[in-house]
């Protein structure tokens, strides 16, 4: 089959290899309908992050089932699916408390790599969600953006408090940060600030609900957070990039006694314990647990009451995956989707 292999910063290809198999009887194996990049696969693609080697790529998916395994129950043969870029059991204690993206059986199907005409899902009952019916092309945009960058847009509003009354902040402007925007406004949120110097992002960002724009960055950033609210800066803001900028920048935005839902891959962040000390904010994040809102964001798209897969602004066969690592890179497109 083929599938997209990473052989080092910058060198992306397109591969025969082997096609999947049932490994453990909790697996499926899934036609994959589409994928997509996303901006974690650019810190390898920069060399920020270490690869070991020739390394397959892809953690977000859509697909049909091909095959299950004889442990499989919930989820049968010929089902359109959409599963969490982490498989889990979804019945240890940490899934059953809400975060199946740290499941004490969890698999990052970023080593499984999903950028493929075929991948193993493990943990299928637990990783999967059966779609009704039969999506529209703009419901499968959608159906793969709650994959991950929608689940960890949500997952990071819901961990900021967004909520009625709320005016919420929204450190960066790449799909996840875009999504963020649309999930604080589907929480209930009063004022959504979007921090972006990019039209294209604006623009879209207020499509998803974006009250208002701040092009600053860091303490000029934070500075006009604060102007905008009165001095007190936002009740909730939401990290969304990983670096140190982007972590400084979001607690210095929130009020004493606020929330800060942070979901950026964290390279070189660092906080000072003072700091942080004086800050009086709370902070959750980490890996979203995407499976705990599929059901729901699966229902939202499903019924047309969000259309998240707008934030698709470039699709790509998959035999031109490599123009689409370097579009994402070069800030030419926001999010790619790949055609199988």
Not at 77 to 94: L, M
Not at 151 to 159: L, N, P, Y
Not at 278 to 283: D, G, I
Not at 305 to 321: K, M, N, S
């Given at each position: 089959?083929r599938?997209?292999?990473m052989h ?17 009887p909790t697996?499926?194996?899934?036609r994959v309908?589409?994928?997509c ?9 920069r ?7 020739p390394t ?6 859509i697909?049909?089932v091909?095959r299950?395994?004889?442990g499989v129950r919930d989820?049968g043969?010929?089902?359109?699916v ?5 498989a889990?059991?979804?019945t240890?204690?940490i899934?059953r408390?809400?975060y199946q993206s740290?499941c004490?059986?969890?698999?990052m199907?970023?080593?499984i ?5 075929y991948?193993?899902?493990?943990h299928a009952?637990?990783t999967?969600?059966?779609?009704p019916?039969?999506?529209?092309p ?10 991950d960058?929608l689940?960890t847009?949500?997952f990071?509003?819901?961990a900021?408090?967004a909520?009625p009354g709320?005016?919420v902040?929204?450190?960066g402007?790449g799909a996840?940060g875009?999504?963020?925007v649309l999930?604080?406004?589907r929480?209930?949120?009063?004022r959504?600030?979007?921090?972006s ?7 879209l ?6 009250t ?6 860091g303490?000029?950033g ?26 400084t920048?979001?607690?210095g935005?929130?009020?004493?006694g ?5 979901v ?6 660092e906080?000072d314990g003072?700091e942080?000390?004086f ?12 499976r705990?809102f ?5 229902d939202l798209?499903?019924t047309d009451?969000?259309?998240?897969g707008?934030v698709?602004?470039?699709t790509l066969?998959?035999?031109e995956a ?10 030419r497109?926001t999010?790619?989707l790949?055609?199988?």
């Amino acid at each position: 089959m083929r599938a997209v292999v990473m052989h080092a910063p910058r060198d992306v290809r397109v591969e025969d290899v082997a096609a999947p198999e049932i490994v453990e009887p909790t697996d499926a194996v899934i036609r994959v309908t589409a994928a997509c990049i996303c901006g974690s696969d650019l810190w390898p693609y920069r060399g920020v992050a270490e690869l070991g080697g020739p390394t397959r790529m892809g953690h977000e998916y859509i697909g049909v089932v091909e095959r299950i395994g004889d442990g499989v129950r919930d989820i049968g043969v010929g089902d359109f699916v959409v599963g969490s870029f982490v498989a889990s059991d979804n019945t240890c204690e940490i899934c059953r408390a809400g975060y199946q993206s740290r499941c004490v059986h969890q698999v990052m199907m970023g080593a499984i790599g999903t950028q493929a005409e075929y991948a193993r899902i493990p943990h299928a009952d637990g990783t999967l969600v059966k779609v009704p019916g039969e999506p529209t092309p703009a419901q499968a945009r959608s159906l793969l953006a709650a994959s991950d960058v929608l689940g960890t847009g949500w997952f990071a509003a819901v961990a900021a408090e967004a909520g009625p009354g709320k005016t919420v902040a929204v450190v960066g402007d790449g799909a996840v940060g875009l999504l963020g925007v649309l999930a604080a406004r589907r929480l209930g949120a009063e004022r959504v600030i979007a921090m972006s110097r990019h039209a294209d992002r604006q623009a879209l960002a207020r499509r998803f609900g974006a009250t208002d724009v701040v092009e600053e960055r860091g303490e000029a950033g934070v500075a006009r957070i604060k102007e905008l609210t009165g001095g007190y800066g936002a009740h909730s803001t939401i990290e969304a990039v990983g670096t140190q900028e982007s972590m400084t920048q979001a607690i210095g935005a929130t009020r004493p006694g606020g929330h800060v839902g942070y979901v950026g891959v964290a390279h070189g962040v660092e906080l000072d314990g003072l700091e942080l000390f004086f800050a009086t904010v709370n902070l959750l994040g980490g890996p979203a647990p995407v499976r705990r809102f599929l059901p729901d964001l699966v229902d939202l798209i499903m019924t047309d009451r969000i259309d998240p897969g707008a934030v698709f602004d470039l699709t790509l066969p998959i035999e031109e995956a490599a123009e689409g690592y370097r579009a994402m890179d070069e800030r030419r497109a926001t999010k790619v989707l790949l055609t199988l």
